[in-house]
């Protein structure tokens, strides 16, 4: 058994093979990738338990990669520590702002590095399994939870993802996109209990997605509750002034009336059955709601 599975992104030939024989020896699987865009999909089909980018690559930098990696529900909680020549401080800050967890600056140490992977996987292991903003179960236990039902029938799965966040947090704060997920949580935690069976889940799948697990005979009506709820929900956290604002109502004629519209919010919303596909993983579970999804509702 391995210490953990790490992916390094890094385009230095040279640096990558040594890293790759350094950390094997010391009992971890590595993975590596030279590209930006390799590095992102090999994360999407086999997720680390770390990654390790090289901030400067051929194709996109690190941060992008970063970015990336975070959009996806699956790799939205995979630890990442960045390796870059640039010791400026804004570059540092712009990397903690992404979420990485740590930053060393080359020409780097081998015992450094291999203490900095060391804590930031211990951290990741003894991190709650709840998600800290919605306190609904996190991507672990919403793997088991759907790991669960490769082995049983009738049963429905609703992906809802709330698109749209990260300009909604830019024009009115971050502590009010994180008050957008609160909200959305229990509003769909709500749904399910009027609508749903006691045998329900919710769990948080990051990037504003919400993953609810019910019955097929209840799946209409819950979707329909889910989506009229946020919508009416979600409405109230933009201000008064935008939410009422006369320019929602005409086209605007230039890019600069574009820019004082009040950011939009996306609802997203698919499902399937078990009778809709022939689930051999869970990514054919998430692959097939991921196309299903389309949008159902606008805010404001």
Same mark, same amino acid.
């Given at each position: 058994?391995?210490k ?5 992104? =890094?385009?230095?030939?040279?640096t ?7 950390? =094997?020896?010391?009992?971890y699987?590595i ?16 997720p ?11 194709? @996109? ?5 970063c970015?990336?990696?975070r959009?996806?529900w699956?790799?939205?909680q ?7 020549e640039r ?13 990485a ?6 020409p780097?140490?081998?015992q450094?590095l291999r ?9 990741s ?11 609904l ?14 082995a049983?029938?009738?049963?429905a799965?609703?992906? @809802?993802? @709330?698109?749209?966040?990260?300009e909604?947090?830019d024009?009115y ?9 609160r909200?959305?949580?229990?509003v ?6 009027e ?5 329900d ?5 990051g ?15 819950l ?25 929602l109502?005409?086209e605007?004629e ?10 939009v ?5 698919g ?5 809709? @596909? ?7 579970i998430?692959?097939?709601l991921i196309?299903?999804?389309t949008?159902?509702?606008i805010?404001?």
């Open positions: 058994m391995t953990g599975k790490i992916l390094f992104v =890094e385009d230095d030939l040279e990558a093979n040594m890293l790759r024989l350094y950390f =094997e020896s010391q009992g699987e993975m590596h990738a030279t590209w930006g865009r390799d590095g992102i999909e090999m994360s999407y089909r086999n680390p338990d770390l990654a390790v980018l090289d901030v400067r690559l051929p194709d @996109i930098d690190g941060y992008e990669v970015r990336e990696m959009r996806n699956r790799t939205s995979i630890p990442i520590i960045f390796l870059t010791k400026e401080r804004d570059d540092r800050i712009a990397g903690l702002k992404l979420g967890v740590d930053y060393l600056a080359k780097f140490d081998l450094e203490l900095r992977v060391r804590n930031a996987l211990n951290r292991r003894f991190e709650s399994l709840v998600d800290p903003i919605t306190a179960p996190g991507s672990k236990l919403l793997d088991a939870r759907l790991k669960e039902l490769l049983r029938r009738d049963w799965v609703v992906l @809802i993802t @709330i698109s749209g966040l990260n909604f947090s024009r704060g971050f502590v009010s996109g994180n008050e957008v997920l909200a959305a949580a229990l769909l935690g709500k749904a399910l209990d609508f749903g069976t006691g045998e889940f919710l769990g948080d799948a990037s504003g997605s919400f993953i609810a697990v019910s019955a097929p005979n209840k799946l209409d009506a979707q329909e509750q889910m989506a009229s709820q946020l919508k009416r929900i979600l409405t109230y956290f933009y201000p008064v002034a935008d939410r009422e604002s006369p320019a109502e005409a605007p230039t890019k600069e009336d574009r820019k004082q519209l009040p950011p919010i996306s609802i997203l919303s499902a399937i059955t078990d009778k809709d @596909i022939k689930p051999g993983e869970v990514a054919d998430i692959n097939a196309k299903r999804q949008t159902v509702a805010v404001p």
